[in-house]
Protein backbone atom coordinates (compact mmCIF):
# COMPACT_ATOMS: atom_id res chain seq x y z
CA UNK A 1 0.00 0.00 0.00
CA UNK A 2 1.26 3.92 -0.70
CA UNK A 3 3.30 5.17 2.00
CA UNK A 4 1.09 6.92 4.91
CA UNK A 5 2.44 11.01 5.31
CA UNK A 6 2.70 11.72 8.59
CA UNK A 7 -0.17 12.74 10.07
CA UNK A 8 1.95 16.10 12.48
CA UNK A 9 4.84 17.58 12.69
CA UNK A 10 5.46 17.05 15.90
CA UNK A 11 8.69 16.63 17.48
CA UNK A 12 9.14 13.34 19.51
CA UNK A 13 6.82 10.71 19.06
CA UNK A 14 8.68 7.74 18.09
CA UNK A 15 12.30 8.86 17.43
CA UNK A 16 14.39 10.60 20.21
CA UNK A 17 13.06 13.78 21.99
CA UNK A 18 14.80 16.75 20.84
CA UNK A 19 14.17 20.11 22.91
CA UNK A 20 10.57 21.91 22.42
CA UNK A 21 12.20 24.57 20.23
CA UNK A 22 15.37 23.15 18.27
CA UNK A 23 15.21 26.30 15.78
CA UNK A 24 19.35 26.09 16.71
CA UNK A 25 19.49 22.53 15.15
CA UNK A 26 21.83 21.86 12.29
CA UNK A 27 19.78 21.68 9.05
CA UNK A 28 21.23 18.10 8.52
CA UNK A 29 19.54 16.90 11.65
CA UNK A 30 16.13 15.52 11.36
CA UNK A 31 13.22 16.23 13.17
CA UNK A 32 10.95 13.01 13.80
CA UNK A 33 7.63 12.77 12.96
CA UNK A 34 4.84 10.36 14.89
CA UNK A 35 4.91 6.94 12.95
CA UNK A 36 3.20 6.26 10.38
CA UNK A 37 1.63 2.77 10.77
CA UNK A 38 0.30 0.02 7.87
CA UNK A 39 -3.23 -0.25 8.95
CA UNK A 40 -3.72 -4.17 10.03
CA UNK A 41 -0.33 -5.19 10.43
CA UNK A 42 1.56 -3.31 13.06
CA UNK A 43 4.07 -2.24 11.09
CA UNK A 44 6.02 0.75 12.02
CA UNK A 45 8.25 2.94 9.68
CA UNK A 46 9.53 6.55 10.48
CA UNK A 47 9.60 9.75 8.49
CA UNK A 48 11.65 12.58 8.80
CA UNK A 49 11.66 16.53 7.60
CA UNK A 50 14.69 18.55 7.80
CA UNK A 51 15.00 20.75 10.37
CA UNK A 52 14.96 24.43 9.36
CA UNK A 53 11.42 24.13 7.53
CA UNK A 54 10.56 22.32 10.53
CA UNK A 55 11.68 25.26 12.66
CA UNK A 56 10.04 27.59 10.61
CA UNK A 57 6.72 25.61 10.82
CA UNK A 58 7.24 25.71 14.07
CA UNK A 59 7.23 29.43 14.85
CA UNK A 60 4.17 29.99 12.37
CA UNK A 61 2.44 27.84 14.43
CA UNK A 62 3.60 29.33 18.04
CA UNK A 63 2.75 32.97 16.54
CA UNK A 64 -0.96 31.30 15.81
CA UNK A 65 -1.08 30.41 19.10
CA UNK A 66 -0.12 33.11 20.79
CA UNK A 67 -2.76 35.28 19.02
CA UNK A 68 -5.64 33.25 20.88
CA UNK A 69 -4.83 29.05 21.32
CA UNK A 70 -9.26 28.78 22.06
CA UNK A 71 -9.43 25.70 20.03
CA UNK A 72 -6.50 24.13 18.50
CA UNK A 73 -8.78 21.71 16.14
CA UNK A 74 -10.69 24.57 14.56
CA UNK A 75 -7.88 26.17 14.23
CA UNK A 76 -6.30 23.63 12.29
CA UNK A 77 -3.30 23.51 14.58
CA UNK A 78 -1.69 20.32 15.82
CA UNK A 79 -2.64 19.74 19.46
CA UNK A 80 0.89 18.30 20.24
CA UNK A 81 2.64 21.77 19.51
CA UNK A 82 -0.10 23.82 21.08
CA UNK A 83 0.12 21.45 24.58
CA UNK A 84 4.16 21.78 24.65
CA UNK A 85 3.94 25.59 24.26
CA UNK A 86 0.89 26.15 26.96
CA UNK A 87 -2.43 26.07 25.23
CA UNK A 88 -5.19 26.15 27.91
CA UNK A 89 -8.38 24.40 27.36
CA UNK A 90 -11.73 26.24 27.30
CA UNK A 91 -14.48 25.73 29.80
CA UNK A 92 -12.26 25.42 33.54
CA UNK A 93 -15.27 23.88 35.05
CA UNK A 94 -17.52 20.60 34.82
CA UNK A 95 -20.70 23.05 33.97
CA UNK A 96 -21.66 21.95 30.65
CA UNK A 97 -19.67 18.83 30.34
CA UNK A 98 -20.88 16.34 32.63
CA UNK A 99 -18.81 14.06 34.57
CA UNK A 100 -20.76 10.89 34.76
CA UNK A 101 -20.14 7.57 34.66
CA UNK A 102 -19.25 4.98 32.28
CA UNK A 103 -20.18 1.69 32.51
CA UNK A 104 -18.48 -1.43 32.80
CA UNK A 105 -17.67 -3.52 29.69
CA UNK A 106 -19.94 -7.12 30.27
CA UNK A 107 -19.48 -6.19 33.91
CA UNK A 108 -23.03 -6.42 34.68
CA UNK A 109 -24.70 -3.89 37.38
CA UNK A 110 -21.53 -3.55 39.51
CA UNK A 111 -20.43 -0.22 41.08
CA UNK A 112 -16.67 -0.57 40.85
CA UNK A 113 -16.48 -3.91 39.51
CA UNK A 114 -12.88 -3.95 37.67
CA UNK A 115 -9.14 -2.11 37.90
CA UNK A 116 -10.45 1.76 37.41
CA UNK A 117 -13.67 0.87 37.23
CA UNK A 118 -14.44 -0.15 33.52
CA UNK A 119 -12.64 -1.42 30.34
CA UNK A 120 -11.79 2.07 29.26
CA UNK A 121 -9.90 3.03 32.74
CA UNK A 122 -12.13 5.82 32.86
CA UNK A 123 -11.96 5.91 36.84
CA UNK A 124 -15.50 7.42 37.46
CA UNK A 125 -18.81 6.43 39.49
CA UNK A 126 -21.84 8.33 38.76
CA UNK A 127 -22.17 8.79 42.37
CA UNK A 128 -21.18 12.07 44.65
CA UNK A 129 -17.48 11.28 46.52
CA UNK A 130 -16.81 12.42 50.22
CA UNK A 131 -16.46 16.29 50.87
CA UNK A 132 -15.24 16.45 54.38
CA UNK A 133 -12.78 13.38 54.63
CA UNK A 134 -14.32 11.82 57.45
CA UNK A 135 -13.42 8.09 58.04
CA UNK A 136 -15.93 5.73 57.98
CA UNK A 137 -13.88 3.17 58.96
CA UNK A 138 -10.12 1.84 58.43
CA UNK A 139 -9.16 -1.56 58.41
CA UNK A 140 -5.70 -3.33 58.96
CA UNK A 141 -4.73 -6.22 56.72
CA UNK A 142 -2.09 -8.80 56.39
CA UNK A 143 0.45 -6.81 54.75
CA UNK A 144 1.52 -3.27 52.75
CA UNK A 145 -1.87 -2.58 50.46
CA UNK A 146 -0.87 -1.48 46.60
CA UNK A 147 -3.85 -4.21 45.13
CA UNK A 148 -6.60 -1.65 44.13
CA UNK A 149 -10.24 -2.57 45.77
CA UNK A 150 -13.17 -3.53 43.94
CA UNK A 151 -17.17 -3.83 44.58
CA UNK A 152 -19.76 -6.18 43.54
CA UNK A 153 -23.55 -5.12 42.84
CA UNK A 154 -24.70 -6.28 46.25
CA UNK A 155 -21.89 -3.93 48.32
CA UNK A 156 -19.40 -6.60 48.82
CA UNK A 157 -15.92 -4.58 48.49
CA UNK A 158 -13.35 -6.83 47.27
CA UNK A 159 -9.57 -5.98 48.80
CA UNK A 160 -6.19 -7.53 49.14
CA UNK A 161 -2.83 -6.91 50.34
CA UNK A 162 0.58 -8.18 49.81
CA UNK A 163 0.04 -10.69 52.28
CA UNK A 164 -1.97 -12.37 49.94
CA UNK A 165 -5.31 -12.98 51.28
CA UNK A 166 -8.63 -11.75 49.46
CA UNK A 167 -11.05 -10.20 51.60
CA UNK A 168 -14.61 -9.80 51.14
CA UNK A 169 -15.85 -7.00 53.44
CA UNK A 170 -18.99 -5.47 54.56
CA UNK A 171 -19.13 -1.66 52.95
CA UNK A 172 -20.79 -0.83 56.18
CA UNK A 173 -18.58 -1.93 58.53
CA UNK A 174 -15.23 -3.14 56.75
CA UNK A 175 -15.39 -6.55 58.63
CA UNK A 176 -15.00 -10.16 56.60
CA UNK A 177 -17.72 -11.92 55.03
CA UNK A 178 -15.10 -13.88 54.45
CA UNK A 179 -11.28 -14.47 53.45
CA UNK A 180 -10.15 -16.32 50.81
CA UNK A 181 -5.88 -17.11 51.52
CA UNK A 182 -3.70 -17.16 47.96
CA UNK A 183 -0.90 -19.27 49.30
CA UNK A 184 1.76 -17.46 49.30
CA UNK A 185 2.53 -13.48 49.17
CA UNK A 186 2.87 -11.27 46.53
CA UNK A 187 6.31 -10.85 45.04
CA UNK A 188 5.48 -7.30 43.28
CA UNK A 189 4.36 -4.10 44.45
CA UNK A 190 1.75 -3.59 41.60
CA UNK A 191 -1.54 -1.73 41.99
CA UNK A 192 -3.95 -4.98 40.52
CA UNK A 193 -7.27 -5.48 41.07
CA UNK A 194 -9.80 -8.69 41.07
CA UNK A 195 -12.88 -8.58 38.22
CA UNK A 196 -16.52 -9.04 39.12
CA UNK A 197 -18.43 -10.44 36.61
CA UNK A 198 -21.53 -10.38 35.56
CA UNK A 199 -22.85 -13.48 37.29
CA UNK A 200 -21.19 -12.18 40.81
CA UNK A 201 -18.33 -14.42 40.57
CA UNK A 202 -14.72 -13.11 41.59
CA UNK A 203 -11.70 -13.58 38.77
CA UNK A 204 -8.45 -12.69 41.46
CA UNK A 205 -5.05 -11.82 40.43
CA UNK A 206 -3.81 -13.44 43.53
CA UNK A 207 -0.12 -15.02 44.25
CA UNK A 208 2.08 -17.73 43.03
CA UNK A 209 1.46 -16.30 39.24
CA UNK A 210 -2.15 -17.47 39.93
CA UNK A 211 -5.87 -16.17 38.65
CA UNK A 212 -8.03 -17.61 41.14
CA UNK A 213 -11.98 -17.94 40.31
CA UNK A 214 -14.44 -17.55 43.52
CA UNK A 215 -18.00 -17.61 43.85
CA UNK A 216 -19.80 -15.04 45.84
CA UNK A 217 -19.41 -16.91 48.69
CA UNK A 218 -16.10 -17.31 48.36
CA UNK A 219 -15.49 -20.89 47.21
CA UNK A 220 -12.71 -21.83 45.26
CA UNK A 221 -13.68 -22.57 41.58
CA UNK A 222 -10.81 -23.19 39.77
CA UNK A 223 -7.64 -21.75 39.47
CA UNK A 224 -5.37 -21.64 36.66
CA UNK A 225 -1.09 -21.21 36.88
CA UNK A 226 0.57 -18.39 34.74
CA UNK A 227 4.52 -18.12 34.30
CA UNK A 228 4.82 -14.71 35.75
CA UNK A 229 2.57 -12.86 37.89
CA UNK A 230 -0.82 -11.81 36.65
CA UNK A 231 -2.01 -8.60 35.86
CA UNK A 232 -5.58 -7.19 36.73
CA UNK A 233 -8.20 -8.64 34.24
CA UNK A 234 -10.18 -6.93 31.89
CA UNK A 235 -13.77 -8.06 30.40
CA UNK A 236 -14.23 -8.17 26.78
CA UNK A 237 -16.70 -5.37 25.06
CA UNK A 238 -20.02 -7.00 23.72
CA UNK A 239 -18.66 -7.23 20.00
CA UNK A 240 -15.95 -9.55 21.11
CA UNK A 241 -18.04 -11.96 22.91
CA UNK A 242 -17.43 -15.46 20.73
CA UNK A 243 -19.79 -17.30 23.24
CA UNK A 244 -22.47 -15.85 25.14
CA UNK A 245 -22.84 -18.86 27.46
CA UNK A 246 -19.15 -17.86 28.68
CA UNK A 247 -17.10 -14.40 29.26
CA UNK A 248 -14.25 -13.12 27.28
CA UNK A 249 -11.67 -11.54 29.18
CA UNK A 250 -8.00 -10.33 28.79
CA UNK A 251 -5.08 -10.98 30.81
CA UNK A 252 -1.62 -9.75 30.72
CA UNK A 253 1.40 -11.13 32.62
CA UNK A 254 4.38 -9.25 34.27
CA UNK A 255 6.64 -11.23 31.11
CA UNK A 256 4.60 -9.38 28.23
CA UNK A 257 2.30 -11.91 27.08
CA UNK A 258 -1.29 -11.04 26.72
CA UNK A 259 -3.86 -13.84 27.01
CA UNK A 260 -7.52 -13.92 25.74
CA UNK A 261 -9.80 -16.68 28.01
CA UNK A 262 -13.10 -17.53 28.18
CA UNK A 263 -14.20 -18.03 31.41
CA UNK A 264 -17.38 -19.84 33.28
CA UNK A 265 -17.74 -21.83 36.18
CA UNK A 266 -15.78 -24.92 35.35
CA UNK A 267 -13.03 -23.04 34.08
CA UNK A 268 -10.85 -21.32 31.24
CA UNK A 269 -10.12 -21.90 27.93
CA UNK A 270 -7.38 -19.81 26.40
CA UNK A 271 -8.51 -18.36 23.24
CA UNK A 272 -4.79 -17.09 21.96
CA UNK A 273 -2.00 -15.35 23.60
CA UNK A 274 0.08 -12.52 22.05
CA UNK A 275 3.56 -11.76 23.03
CA UNK A 276 2.55 -8.12 22.02
CA UNK A 277 5.62 -8.16 19.06
CA UNK A 278 8.26 -7.91 22.16
CA UNK A 279 9.43 -9.50 25.21
CA UNK A 280 9.67 -6.86 27.23
CA UNK A 281 7.89 -6.59 30.85
CA UNK A 282 4.59 -5.57 30.97
CA UNK A 283 3.01 -3.47 33.88
CA UNK A 284 0.01 -1.85 32.94
CA UNK A 285 -3.46 -3.48 32.55
CA UNK A 286 -5.36 -3.60 29.30
CA UNK A 287 -7.54 -1.25 28.49
CA UNK A 288 -10.26 -1.72 26.00
CA UNK A 289 -12.38 0.63 24.10
CA UNK A 290 -15.82 0.81 22.70
CA UNK A 291 -15.43 -0.94 19.66
CA UNK A 292 -13.71 -3.94 20.93
CA UNK A 293 -10.13 -2.66 19.81
CA UNK A 294 -7.97 -3.54 23.00
CA UNK A 295 -4.88 -1.32 23.93
CA UNK A 296 -2.05 -2.73 26.40
CA UNK A 297 1.40 -0.94 27.32
CA UNK A 298 4.82 -3.40 27.69
CA UNK A 299 8.45 -2.16 27.86
CA UNK A 300 8.54 1.34 25.44
CA UNK A 301 5.03 0.80 23.50
CA UNK A 302 1.49 1.11 23.26
CA UNK A 303 -0.07 -1.53 21.74
CA UNK A 304 -3.36 -2.05 19.73
CA UNK A 305 -4.67 -5.63 19.27
CA UNK A 306 -8.01 -7.12 17.33
CA UNK A 307 -9.83 -10.00 18.58
CA UNK A 308 -9.87 -12.66 16.03
CA UNK A 309 -11.71 -15.96 18.03
CA UNK A 310 -8.87 -17.82 17.45
CA UNK A 311 -6.08 -15.46 17.37
CA UNK A 312 -4.80 -11.85 17.67
CA UNK A 313 -3.73 -9.08 15.26
CA UNK A 314 -1.82 -6.10 16.00
CA UNK A 315 -3.22 -3.34 14.09
CA UNK A 316 -0.60 -0.63 15.12
CA UNK A 317 2.08 0.34 18.00
CA UNK A 318 3.63 3.77 19.06
CA UNK A 319 6.95 3.84 20.77
CA UNK A 320 9.34 5.64 22.18
CA UNK A 321 12.45 5.87 23.87
CA UNK A 322 11.72 5.64 27.43
CA UNK A 323 9.32 2.86 29.29
CA UNK A 324 5.86 2.51 30.78
CA UNK A 325 4.87 1.46 34.31
CA UNK A 326 1.14 2.21 33.84
CA UNK A 327 -2.08 1.04 32.20
CA UNK A 328 -3.55 2.98 29.07
CA UNK A 329 -6.80 4.27 28.67
CA UNK A 330 -9.78 4.90 26.01
CA UNK A 331 -11.21 8.43 25.70
CA UNK A 332 -14.28 9.79 23.51
CA UNK A 333 -13.59 9.44 20.36
CA UNK A 334 -11.52 6.91 20.91
CA UNK A 335 -8.59 9.26 21.82
CA UNK A 336 -6.01 6.80 23.89
CA UNK A 337 -3.94 7.93 26.47
CA UNK A 338 -0.32 6.88 26.87
CA UNK A 339 1.80 7.34 30.63
CA UNK A 340 5.35 6.77 30.04
CA UNK A 341 8.89 6.99 31.83
CA UNK A 342 9.71 9.96 29.95
CA UNK A 343 8.46 13.47 30.39
CA UNK A 344 5.52 13.92 28.54
CA UNK A 345 1.96 11.91 28.40
CA UNK A 346 0.87 11.24 25.02
CA UNK A 347 -2.76 11.17 23.18
CA UNK A 348 -3.08 8.45 20.33
CA UNK A 349 -5.43 8.29 17.75
CA UNK A 350 -7.11 5.08 17.24
CA UNK A 351 -4.88 4.95 13.79
CA UNK A 352 -1.92 5.14 15.95
CA UNK A 353 -1.34 8.35 15.18
CA UNK A 354 0.16 11.03 17.73
CA UNK A 355 -2.43 13.69 18.14
CA UNK A 356 -0.90 15.70 20.91
CA UNK A 357 2.06 15.15 23.78
CA UNK A 358 2.27 17.19 26.79
CA UNK A 359 5.34 18.10 28.53
CA UNK A 360 4.68 16.83 32.62
CA UNK A 361 8.47 16.97 32.42
CA UNK A 362 8.76 13.79 35.11
CA UNK A 363 8.19 10.26 34.72
CA UNK A 364 4.79 8.69 35.95
CA UNK A 365 3.70 5.95 37.99
CA UNK A 366 0.27 6.83 37.83
CA UNK A 367 -2.24 5.27 35.20
CA UNK A 368 -4.54 7.49 33.33
CA UNK A 369 -8.27 7.86 33.24
CA UNK A 370 -10.71 9.38 31.16
CA UNK A 371 -14.20 11.03 31.56
CA UNK A 372 -16.63 10.27 28.93
CA UNK A 373 -17.17 14.48 28.92
CA UNK A 374 -13.32 14.30 27.57
CA UNK A 375 -11.25 14.51 30.37
CA UNK A 376 -7.85 13.09 30.86
CA UNK A 377 -6.19 13.13 34.50
CA UNK A 378 -3.17 11.80 35.40
CA UNK A 379 -0.79 11.93 38.08
CA UNK A 380 3.29 12.82 38.06
CA UNK A 381 6.54 12.53 40.15
CA UNK A 382 6.64 16.52 39.89
CA UNK A 383 3.35 16.56 43.09
CA UNK A 384 0.48 17.23 40.57
CA UNK A 385 -2.82 16.04 39.35
CA UNK A 386 -3.15 17.35 35.61
CA UNK A 387 -6.26 17.42 33.90
CA UNK A 388 -6.44 17.62 30.23
CA UNK A 389 -8.65 18.39 27.55
CA UNK A 390 -8.22 14.56 25.82
CA UNK A 391 -9.21 15.85 21.91
CA UNK A 392 -6.36 18.82 22.63
CA UNK A 393 -4.33 18.08 25.34
CA UNK A 394 -5.08 21.17 26.22
CA UNK A 395 -4.60 21.72 30.18
CA UNK A 396 -7.78 22.24 31.93
CA UNK A 397 -6.31 22.30 35.47
CA UNK A 398 -3.73 20.87 38.18
CA UNK A 399 -3.91 19.82 41.36
CA UNK A 400 -0.84 19.99 43.91
CA UNK A 401 -0.35 17.24 45.44
CA UNK A 402 2.65 17.71 48.11
CA UNK A 403 4.67 14.79 46.69
CA UNK A 404 4.71 12.45 43.56
CA UNK A 405 1.66 10.73 42.64
CA UNK A 406 2.29 7.20 42.31
CA UNK A 407 -1.94 6.03 42.29
CA UNK A 408 -4.54 6.54 39.48
CA UNK A 409 -7.77 8.97 40.48
CA UNK A 410 -11.10 8.12 41.29
CA UNK A 411 -13.56 10.60 40.20
CA UNK A 412 -17.03 11.52 41.19
CA UNK A 413 -20.53 12.26 39.55
CA UNK A 414 -19.66 16.36 40.23
CA UNK A 415 -15.78 16.08 39.01
CA UNK A 416 -14.24 16.09 42.29
CA UNK A 417 -11.10 13.80 42.26
CA UNK A 418 -10.19 11.77 45.18
CA UNK A 419 -5.75 10.19 44.40
CA UNK A 420 -2.67 9.06 47.00
CA UNK A 421 0.82 10.02 46.63
CA UNK A 422 3.96 8.68 48.28
CA UNK A 423 4.41 10.82 50.57
CA UNK A 424 1.39 8.99 52.60
CA UNK A 425 -0.79 11.48 51.89
CA UNK A 426 -4.81 11.06 50.51
CA UNK A 427 -6.02 13.79 48.84
CA UNK A 428 -9.49 15.32 47.35
CA UNK A 429 -10.52 17.97 45.52
CA UNK A 430 -13.22 19.93 44.45
CA UNK A 431 -12.98 20.50 40.40
CA UNK A 432 -12.29 24.07 40.91
CA UNK A 433 -8.94 23.34 43.22
CA UNK A 434 -10.65 23.56 46.42
CA UNK A 435 -8.97 20.71 48.54
CA UNK A 436 -11.36 18.92 50.50
CA UNK A 437 -9.79 17.05 52.40
CA UNK A 438 -5.49 15.26 53.21
CA UNK A 439 -5.35 12.34 54.97
CA UNK A 440 -2.00 11.65 56.08
CA UNK A 441 -1.84 7.69 56.47
CA UNK A 442 2.35 8.03 57.30
CA UNK A 443 3.03 5.53 54.38
CA UNK A 444 3.12 5.16 50.71
CA UNK A 445 0.03 5.55 49.08
CA UNK A 446 -0.09 3.48 46.01
CA UNK A 447 -3.07 1.74 45.54
CA UNK A 448 -5.36 2.67 43.16
CA UNK A 449 -8.98 3.99 44.84
CA UNK A 450 -12.41 3.36 44.43
CA UNK A 451 -15.47 4.94 44.99
CA UNK A 452 -18.77 2.57 46.50
CA UNK A 453 -22.38 2.81 45.16
CA UNK A 454 -23.44 5.75 48.15
CA UNK A 455 -20.35 7.30 47.43
CA UNK A 456 -17.34 6.16 50.13
CA UNK A 457 -13.88 6.45 48.71
CA UNK A 458 -11.84 3.17 49.55
CA UNK A 459 -8.00 3.32 49.45
CA UNK A 460 -5.04 1.21 50.91
CA UNK A 461 -1.74 2.76 52.08
CA UNK A 462 0.92 0.53 52.35
CA UNK A 463 0.96 0.86 55.88
CA UNK A 464 -1.42 -2.46 55.65
CA UNK A 465 -4.37 -0.35 56.75
CA UNK A 466 -7.71 0.00 54.41
CA UNK A 467 -9.24 3.56 54.64
CA UNK A 468 -13.01 4.12 53.75
CA UNK A 469 -13.82 7.43 53.69
CA UNK A 470 -17.47 9.06 53.83
CA UNK A 471 -19.88 12.19 54.66
Known amino acids: MPEERCPQ?????????????????????????????????????????????????????????????????????????????????????PAGRAVG?????????????????????????????????????????????????????????????????LHALDPATGQDRWTFDGGGRYGSDLSIAPAVLAGGSILWPGPR???????????????????????????????????????????????????????????????????????????GSPAVGTDGTIYATVGNRIVALRDHPSRAEILWHFDIASGSEVSPAVGRNDVVLFGTNDQFEYGIDSAGGLLWRYPRNSLSYSSPAVTDSGLAYFGDHNGFMNVLDSDSGCLV???????????????????????????GHILGYQFDGQKLFDIDTGAIVASYPALTADGTLLIGSSNGTLYAIHD
Open 397 to 423: IRYPAGGEVWTAPAIDRDGRVYFGTKA
Open 101 to 165: GTPASGAGKSDWPVFQHDGRHSATAAVAGPTTGTLRWTRELEGGIEQAPVTAADGTIYAASNGGV
Open 9 to 93: RAIGGSGPVYPRTPCNAPNDRPLYCPQAMERGRGEVRQTTINAWPGCVWLLAMIAIVAAGCGSPRKQKLPASISAEIGCVAPEPS
Open 209 to 283: NMLFALSPAGELRWALPFASPVLSPAIAAANNVVNVNTTDIYVAELNGHLHALQVDEAGAHERWVSDLGTHDTLY
